[in-house]
């Protein structure tokens, strides 16, 4: 596609339940990247993939949020037993790894709200 | 741990000023610098990215530098205007290119 894309823009969902995030890299992209971001901050770094495989999950901040990327492409992150504290922009990005260290290419985000 | 901090965290400007944005951070250690456009609601539009190796890159009326011996870049905006008002990030690429983002600069651009 022409950008990085993100499903849904805009997620409401109460405390304890499940979610999906769902991201849609830049076609030919290798490197992807979640970041999450509370208002009036910048984004935090959560997990970075270099094709199917997390390269740097060091940014997760507990073992209820995983994120996966089965084929190298699509990436969904996974957030389970929701808190409130959770409730953020989740942004996605990514990069080309060819050439050199590349710019990295925002999606518009998925706002977050746990009730 | 990087560190990026903004300086100012806002600012406001009448139309026509040329202005400077400041970013620091704690280790010298990067491979890049980027610098970010963000509006209100909406994802990251990326301005300018430097090279660790690079001194300073140009686009259009914006100019950022980069000092990384003192760990400081600066973007600089030429004859601002009504549509530059965003919110400025600046972001440092450590290792496998993660970036450590400051907090931003809140620009208005008055008419």
């Known amino acids: 596609g022409a950008g990085v894309s993100q499903t849904p823009s805009n997620k409401v969902t109460e405390k304890g339940k499940y979610v999906e995030l769902r991201c849609d890299p830049i076609?030919?992209?290798?490197?992807l990247y979640w970041y999450r971001q509370s208002l009036g901050q910048g984004p935090e770094f959560l997990i970075y993939?270099?094709?199917?495989?997390?390269?740097?999950d060091s940014g997760l901040p507990n073992d209820r949020f995983f994120a996966v990327r089965p084929e190298g492409s699509v990436s969904t992150l996974k957030i389970q037993r929701t808190e409130r504290g959770d409730s953020a922009v989740y942004l996605c990005?990514?990069?080309?790894?060819?050439?050199?260290?590349?710019?990295?290419?925002f999606g518009p985000g998925t706002r977050l709200t746990v009730l | 741990k990087q560190e990026v901090t903004q300086i100012p965290a806002a600012l406001s400007v009448p139309e026509g000023e040329n202005l400077v944005l400041n970013c620091s951070f704690t280790?010298?250690?990067?491979?890049?610098l980027q610098w970010f456009r963000q509006d209100p609601g909406k994802g990251l539009t990326s301005l300018l990215l430097?090279?660790?190796?690079?001194r300073e890159q140009t686009s259009g009326r914006l100019n950022a530098s980069l000092d990384k011996s003192s760990g400081r870049s600066t973007l600089y905006i030429a004859a601002s205007q009504p549509g530059d008002s965003a919110t400025y990030l600046c972001?440092?690429?450590?290792?496998?290119?993660?970036?450590?983002f400051g907090a931003g600069t809140i620009l208005r651009v008055k008419s």
């Open positions: 990005a990514s990069r080309q790894t060819s050439g050199g260290w590349n710019e990295q290419f």
């Open positions: 076609s030919g992209h290798t490197a």
């Open positions: 993939f270099q094709g199917t495989g997390a390269a740097d």
């Open positions: 280790d010298s250690a990067i491979y890049n």
């Open positions: 430097i090279q660790s190796s690079q």
């Open positions: 972001a440092v690429g450590e290792y496998g290119n993660k970036l450590v």
